[in-house]
């Protein structure tokens, strides 16, 4: 671990003491956004764009280099304000935005087995002495030809130059400021996706983790297939969302008529324990993603037991699309739980908040049900 960033400890995924400020102050700067202008709309807005790190593969960011190219390209002609604005403001951020879109459609889940390394490079790796980059690797290939942006601290002291320079030929103060801005405003995108994506990198952090052990850890055919048929942990995950199941099958025939209110009632003895979980006026997003965790659990069983039955005769191009079906699934598995488990678990304190300070939790209770 190092004090800061250069652009090659970043590449090489050296984790350094200021990114790891930079994420902290970044979490309470979106905090005090949001309690001060009451609203998560920024934050929100954050999530959103983070996933334009978090998928970047070799494949898009071949793609943003020949974009990227192609930007310094028009940069070197006559420099005028609106150019440099429309070029770089414009037209740096939506390269990357089809270069992600694009590699991600073209290797999903290269792009998914992506994620860990892009997180722990921006979110640990780089800080304010790493220079501002349209794509992954650009300062490496621009500091060959000297070319590239200086960081945010060299930029410092060369606005402190520029300060001396008008100073000293007796110019107005009003120079100065103007130089400021043209020096300052490349470094705006950066800077704000850099924060942004520091403030969210907690909330991805779960996901990261789910790509990490489900698409990152290679283990040779058949492996996965036989710890997903015959694991004793596959063989619990399979008990429990057979009751889960239950409980879906339960609230559907509820709703069917099939089962009368009473008589759940009479089951489950509160009656708000069945208008929450059981009642189907009521489908809160979370019941789906755990009834579609419970169907691809038993999906990804019957798909091992039956790969592990025809081994011998699977070529290794089919074992590796099962391989790559089985990390997938997995993932997208531990992602459902993740959010599920995630957002009741913010209800409940949630819940208690609202129960002990403000004397009234039906505000979380309607999360709950929807």
């Not at 599920?340 to 609202?354: D, K, N, Q, R």
């Amino acid at each position: 671990m190092r004090l800061h960033s250069t652009p090659t400890s970043a590449h090489d995924g050296e984790i350094t003491f200021l990114a790891i400020g930079e994420c902290i102050a970044a979490v309470c700067l979106y905090t005090a956004i949001g309690v001060y202008l009451h609203t998560v709309l920024f934050y929100c807005i954050a999530i959103v764009l983070a996933p334009l790190t978090l998928l970047r593969t070799e494949l898009s960011s071949s793609f943003a280099m020949a974009g990227g190219y192609t930007i310094r390209l028009l940069l070197t002609g006559k420099k005028t304000l609106p150019k440099i604005i429309l070029i770089w403001l414009i037209g740096g951020p939506l390269l990357r935005v089809i270069t992600t879109i694009n590699g991600f459609f073209h290797q999903p889940i290269v792009a998914i087995r992506s994620m860990p390394g892009n997180w722990i490079r921006q979110a640990l790796c780089t800080d304010i002495y790493h220079p501002p980059e349209i794509f992954q690797s650009e300062n490496i290939l621009a500091d060959n030809f000297r070319s590239r942006l200086p960081t945010f601290p060299e930029m410092l002291r060369n606005a402190r130059k520029v300060k001396l320079i008008v100073a000293g030929h007796g110019r107005s103060q009003i120079w100065y400021y103007f130089f400021l801005f043209f020096m300052f405003f490349p470094y705006i995108p950066s800077i704000i996706y850099r924060i942004s994506f520091k403030a969210t990198s907690i909330v991805y952090m779960p996901l990261v983790w789910a790509s990490q052990i489900t698409l990152r850890n290679s283990n040779p055919w058949p492996y996965t297939a036989e710890r997903i048929s015959k694991g004793k942990f596959e063989a619990d995950v399979r008990k429990v969302s057979l009751i889960v199941l239950v409980f879906f099958v339960y609230k559907i025939g509820l709703n069917a008529g099939l089962i009368t209110e009473k008589a759940a009632i009479d089951k489950y003895v509160s009656k708000e324990f069945v208008d929450s979980f059981l009642e189907l006026r009521n489908w809160p997003w979370w019941e789906f993603a755990l009834a579609a965790n419970v169907i691809l659990t038993y999906i990804i069983y019957y798909v091992a037991d039956w790969a592990i039955s025809m081994n011998d005769f699977l070529s290794d191009r089919k074992k590796n699309v099962l391989s790559g079906f089985f990390s997938f699934a997995l993932f997208v598995r531990a992602a459902l739980s993740i959010a599920s488990v995630t957002y009741l678990v913010c209800l409940a304190f949630l819940y208690v908040f609202w129960s002990i300070y403000m004397k009234d939790a039906s505000y979380s209770y309607h999360l709950l049900t929807t």
